[in-house]
């Protein structure tokens, strides 16, 4: 099966960190965490969501856990104050270059601050979107964070 492009953007970034790490294509969508952890056999706590959020001080794209929702609050401090608002799917494509169910926390098309949330480091594998909602990549908490370059965070998350 040869990758869409957006896939492809994913496997030259990682394999410039890691020339092991591998996106995975699936013939399915996965559109939420809990069908991807499905799929995959493994908790929802292991499919990291990145979730893109707009202030009116800018953008930030936060990764967490998938049975974790992130507080408002917390994003508003990150970010600068102003009004926090999940950014629209075509904001959600022009920043990230991928669409909605599908963004991968690494080859942005736009750089932004990425906030990486600490309970991901409870799983030794977490599932990023590599770009399509038919595709996965499996890496390690210190490979996330390496790859992005993102500044770790303790969320004030709730179970989802």
Known sequence: MIA???VQRVRTAVQAFDAQLEPILFSEQMKTTEEAAAVLG???????????????????LFVTAGDMR????????LLGGGNVKMATPQEVEEITGFQVGAVCPFAL???VPIFIDASLSRFDRVYTAAGIAESLLPVSFVQLVGITGGKVI???SVSS
């Open 154 to 156: 303790e969320l004030v």
């Open 70 to 77: 992130i507080r408002n609050a917390q994003v508003k401090e």
């Open 109 to 111: 098309r736009q750089e």
């Open 42 to 60: 493994v908790e929802t706590g292991q499919i990291a969501k990145t979730l893109l959020f707009r202030t009116s001080q800018g953008y930030g």
């Open 4 to 6: 869409p492009e957006q």
